[in-house]
């Protein structure tokens, strides 16, 4: 079972010391991505073949500073593309989306 929405905010998910179990992959990759762990956040993203797998798949492409490839996954997301400085709000607000 994947949390209910209302079960966790995204202060909430970035908040978790330890993995928490039963989330979506989308929150997974999100979990890894705030807590450092790259590679596990992209290998999770890879997978998932949405809008929303693309847009964390750009936001993890802008954290490692490839911006020529974070607009490639921007534009498959049918979303603008976003920089560095944009980074904590993206995640925010991509979370948000995730949870609701």
């Known amino acids: 079972m994947l949390y209910h929405p209302a079960v966790m905010t995204p202060a909430e998910l970035a908040s978790q010391p330890s993995f928490p179990a039963q989330l979506s992959p989308e929150a997974q990759s999100l979990w890894h ?3 450092g762990n790259w590679d596990e956040a992209h290998s999770i993203a890879q997978d998932i073949h949405t809008k929303m797998g693309s847009w964390i798949h750009a ?6 500073g490839d911006q020529w490839n974070a607009d490639y996954w ?3 997301a049918g979303k603008p593309s976003r920089k560095p400085k ?4 993206l995640w925010d607000e991509i979370a948000t989306e995730v949870l609701a």
């Open 59 to 64: 936001l993890l492409h802008v954290i490692e």
């Open 74 to 76: 921007f534009s498959r």
């Open 33 to 35: 991505c705030k807590h």
């Open 86 to 89: 944009d980074i904590d709000s």
